[in-house]
T-cell receptor, first 114, second 117 residues
């Protein structure tokens, strides 16, 4: 019962470095999401994918790119990391019931950009 | 724009007592959904309970219940018989239609609950 799996759990980058955050879900969900959580705040949507082959921008997409590799996997890429991208990143997925849209989250990736 | 407000940054409760975490929301939609998530110190986001705007009864999931007062636009989480493991951050969230094709969740700022032994 893995649910949503994110790797890595922790990462430290220098300004300008690039990296990809990986996310995979085993619940056969169509929709997947990337959020960021900053101290003292709730989560904000970066990108989402309503179904395999589609991706769209969320509230805070600048500085990020995503790839929906297949139905299971949705990756988030930072091409040139900036200190403002220091945050905790969460991947989530949701199933067919759009009326409820219960989203299930991974354990998060804690990213520090120095 | 939709908005979620959690006015209690932190709360204490004695073990085995009940506690209510407040959440108010603002939306002009007739159909909406409200959620509560728990975030323990380990960091993961755990779904607790869901309430649809057309649901006639308040949602319940074990020790969690949602006190839904539609006219007051409030969706308070009630935890009965608190346990030490309930110590965590709790987020209220609302479903919002995004770009006419999908939904996203908008979150409140959270309430940190500490259960005292």
């Amino acid at each position: 019962n893995a649910g949503v799996t994110q790797t890595p759990k922790f990462q430290v980058l220098k300004t300008g470095q690039s990296m990809t955050l990986q996310c995979a879900q085993d619940m056969n969900h169509n929709s997947m999401y990337w959020y960021r959580q900053d101290p003292g705040m709730g989560l904000r949507l970066i990108y989402y994918s309503a179904s395999e082959g589609t991706t769209d921008k969320g509230e805070v997409p600048n500085g990020y790119n995503v790839s929906r590799l297949n139905k299971r996997e949705f990756s988030l890429r930072l091409e040139s990391a900036a200190p403002s991208q220091t945050s905790v990143y969460f991947c989530a997925s949701s199933g067919q019931s759009l009326a409820k849209n219960i989203q299930y989250f991974g354990a998060g990736t804690r990213l520090s950009v120095l | 724009a939709q908005k979620i407000t959690q006015t209690q940054p932190g709360m204490f409760v004695q073990e085995k007592e009940a506690v209510t975490l407040d959440c108010t929301y603002d939306t002009s939609d007739q159909s909406y959904g409200l959620f509560w998530y728990k975030q323990p110190s380990s960091g993961e986001m755990i779904f607790l309970i869901y309430q649809g705007s057309y649901d006639e009864q308040n949602a319940t999931e074990g020790r969690y219940s949602l006190n839904f007062q539609k006219a007051r636009k409030s969706a308070n989480l009630v935890i009965s018989a608190s346990q030490l493991g309930d110590s965590a951050m709790y987020f209220c969230a609302m479903r919002e239609l995004w770009m006419d094709s999908s939904y996203k969740l908008i979150f409140g700022s959270g309430t940190r609950l500490l259960v005292r032994p």
